[in-house]
Structure formats: C-alpha cells, structure tokens
C-alpha cells in the first residue's frame, strides 16, 4: 500500500488532559510508525496550546486554529472551513474524532459540499440520558444533547461520514436504533494501549483504592465517595488515592475531613504508570462512559479492576477472571467485592499476570493500529 496522508481533526489539542487525547495521540503515533503521514486540526484550546502551525516532539504536524470559547464548557468552538476548503485535497482520508463536537459538524458539512473520504469515530458519549442526580449545569447539558443537538446536529454528523468507527461496540448498536443511520461500514475498535510502558513495576508496594477522571455525575465520583465510606466503615486500614479535578470537589473536601483520602489534581501521563502500580484496585464508578483509557492501562499493569457496568466496559470486562462489574445501584455490592478483593492479596497476585497477558493480547496498540488501517484500506478500496 502507498504512503497514505490522513488529516485527523480533534476539538482538543493532543496535549490535552484526558483519554480522548491520549487516543488520538498514540493512534497518530503508531500510525506513523507504520508508514503513514498523519497531521492535526485542531484548536489552540484555552489559548494554552500554540497558534500556527507547528511540529510537536515527535514531529507531527500541529495545524492549530483560534479558539472562541466553550459551547457548554465542553465543546471548543473553532473554525475549520476555511482550511478544509483550501487543502482538503491534500489528504488521502480525513478523520475526524467524536461526533459531539463543533469541528466534527463542520467536517460533516464540508463532506456534504466536496466529496472526500471522511472516517468518524465515537468515543463515547453517545448514550447520555439526562439524569436528575446531577447539578443544574450538568443536567442542562445532557437535556441540550438530548433535545436538540442529538435529533439535528448529532443525527446529521453521524449520517455523512463514509466510515464509522466506534470504540464502544454498543454505541454503534445505539446509533442504529436511536438515531436510525444505516451504513455498511461500521467498525468496532477498541482503545488501545500500550503495554510497554504499563506494565508491572518492580519493588512497588500496592496501597490504594484509587479513582482517576473529572469530579463529576457523570463520571460517578459522587457514588465512589459513597462506596469508600462503606468500605472504610468496615475496614480503616485501607487507602484512598483520588487523581482529577471537577465540579464535584467539594464533596471530596467534604469526605476527606472523615476518611482519609490522598488527592492528586493531575500526574503527568508518563507517570501515572506508578499511580497503577501502587493501586489494589482501581474503581470505575461511571454513570456513562465509552471505554475508558484507565481501565484498560491499568490491567496492563496488572492492577484489578472493579466498574460500572456501562457503555464498552463489558466489551473489556467479560468474566471475572479479568475485573469485576457492578450495578450502580447496587454500592452494597460493589463495596462487598472491593472488601473482597482487597483482603485477598493471593488471589490479586495470581490474577495479575492473566489480566495483563489478556490486554497485550488484544488491546496493544499495535493490534488496534491494524485494524485502523484496515478500515483506511477498505475506504480507499471501495
């Protein structure tokens, strides 16, 4: 096959903190290392990130456009029409990340006035009901989702692409059924990781019960502080470890004046390898959630995973021979399974190695890098 020229377009810089950056970034990289010529569209997010265009440390292209502001804190709203319509056909494929985002519409848009090979790929997100848990903002968010940007904007973007990539297989299933978009190119492809640099560390003692992601209802962190209060009721000799920041803050500050909770706003991505080798467990609470990143470097460390039993998490998690799932409505349960597992230091320890031999056989990114290039080979083919 030639040398392929893919624009990927991103809402948030690659440099962004979270795991729909970490993708794309080690996507891009691995598809370089495989003879492709990959550039970012993205927006300069926050005016942190730079304006211009520019290489980034391992040489791939940076084209980064002024950013405006935050649709509902959210969505970063910057423009990309006027690039695509100048060098749109420089590309080969371009593919753009997420569906709820501003530059994945206009992507959509400009693929309905000039034909080009466009791939979307979901990473979560789709199946977001409006819950009445939440703070007003957030709800506000999800009841705008529900009722106007999904029936319009989000039925439109998913209608256009010619490719359809998810890395939560359910959340191509919702595409059929809510939104109604038939096509016959849909891909199921997974997050991947890399089980190079998470691995076991040796002569590091395993302490915490651990949650890492944004302080939010939607990531659940509301039902971890609930469930460690259970577990801690019963047991005082186990740590808490905390990494992420969000609206829900205050009610870690809360909890952290009766149980005794270690908290890190950030770590820098190439040490929270240490972060999972220090943890027992980690615990995924999430109301809603594409596959996280978290969970599945964190069993290539060999740590054990106990999470809700949404969106890909199941794809990952089938049996519990690799991690434990749970209802959110059932925090009784999960804090009987945490108990559990934390007090059974052998059965940790022999379980670990089949975990990680589990994720490097189907979650390395040189598995999911493959089966990215094929979906491109069948675009290009067709």
């Known amino acids: 096959m030639e ?4 624009l990927h377009i991103m809402a948030y810089p ?10 794309c970034r080690n996507l891009i990289r691995n598809l370089n290392s495989h003879g492709f010529e990959c550039e970012i569209l993205t927006s300069n997010y926050n005016r942190i990130s730079k304006k211009g265009e520019y290489f980034d440390s391992e040489g791939i292209k940076i084209i980064s456009k002024r950013y405006w502001g935050n649709l509902f804190g959210i969505n970063p709203m910057f423009n990309i029409t006027r690039f695509l319509s100048k060098y749109y056909m420089n590309y080969d494929i371009i593919h753009a990340h997420s569906y709820i985002f501003f530059s994945s519409i206009q992507a959509a848009l400009f693929r309905k006035i000039c034909k080009f090979p466009l791939v979307l790929q979901l990473h979560g997100g789709i199946q977001t009901d409006a819950f009445y ?3 007003l903002f957030e709800n506000l968010q999800l009841l705008f989702k529900k009722i106007i940007f999904d029936p319009v904007f989000g039925k439109f973007t998913l209608k256009n692409p010619d490719s359809l990539v998810s890395v939560s297989n359910i959340d191509l299933q919702t595409v059929l059924k809510r939104f109604k978009v038939k096509r016959e190119k849909n891909y199921w492809i997974p997050n991947g990781v890399n089980t190079s640099h998470f691995k076991p560390l040796d002569g590091v003692k395993k302490r915490y019960l651990t949650f890492i992601g944004r302080l939010s209802y939607i990531k659940g962190f509301d039902l971890f502080l609930k469930i460690i209060e259970k577990i801690y009721k019963k047991n005082q000799n186990i740590e808490f470890l ?7 803050n205050y009610m870690l500050q809360n909890y952290k004046k009766r149980i005794p909770i270690k908290h890190y706003y950030r770590i820098p991505y190439e ?7 220090q943890s027992k467990i980690l615990l995924i609470s999430s109301r809603y959630e594409g596959m996280p990143s978290t969970m599945l470097e964190s069993m290539a460390c060999g740590t054990h995973v106990v999470a809700s039993k949404v969106g890909g998490i199941p794809e990952v998690i089938k049996d519990e021979k690799y991690g434990f799932l749970f209802d959110i409505n059932n925090l009784m349960e999960v804090s ?5 597992l934390i007090e059974n230091q052998t059965k940790r320890t022999v379980n670990s190695k089949k975990i990680r031999e589990y994720i490097k056989r189907n979650f390395s990114w040189e598995i999911i890098t493959k089966k990215m290039i094929r979906v491109y080979k069948d675009l290009i083919e067709s």
């Open 3 to 6: 040398l392929m020229k893919i």
């Open 133 to 135: 848990t939440s703070n």
């Open 14 to 23: 690659p440099d962004h903190i979270g795991g729909y950056s970490v993708y």
């Open 336 to 340: 009987e399974i945490c108990l559990k």
């Open 242 to 248: 905390v990494v992420g920041n969000g609206p829900l």
């Open 271 to 277: 040490k929270m390898v240490e972060i999972y080798n």
